[in-house]
């Protein structure tokens, strides 16, 4: 089985931060802000404190000490979407711009 620590491996990232968490939620659960700030502020020391590249930092964190099934189905075949064909990515992305072509961001 696929975990979200192999993907982040797999992308190589030039540092990172790793909190074992399900896919959407890397800050924490919702409504419960303490928490997200907490996170971010361990991530942002965390970052501080690297200095090979290619390191990995796994914060503490457990989303449920006593529920571990979201990792039997975040990371097994299927659960994402599958990619569409790029001719079709590239036309969503076309249409994406479209929309917002002329708007300003403030």
Not at 35 to 52: C, G, S
Request: no cysteine; glycine share 6%; hydrophobic share 35%.
């Amino acid at each position: 089985m696929t975990s979200a620590m192999d993907i982040t491996r797999a992308v190589n990232p030039p540092r990172a931060v790793f909190v074992n968490f399900p896919l959407g939620h890397q800050t924490g659960k919702p409504d419960q802000p303490g928490l997200q700030r907490q996170i971010v502020r361990d991530a942002l020391r965390a970052f501080e404190t690297i200095d090979k590249p290619g390191t990995i930092i796994e914060l503490p964190y457990v989303w449920d000490p006593n529920d571990r099934r979201w990792e039997e189905t975040d990371y097994t075949a299927g659960f994402l979407q599958e990619r569409p064909a790029k001719k079709d990515a590239d036309k969503a992305e076309a249409e994406r711009r479209s929309r917002y072509a002329g708007v300003s961001v403030k």
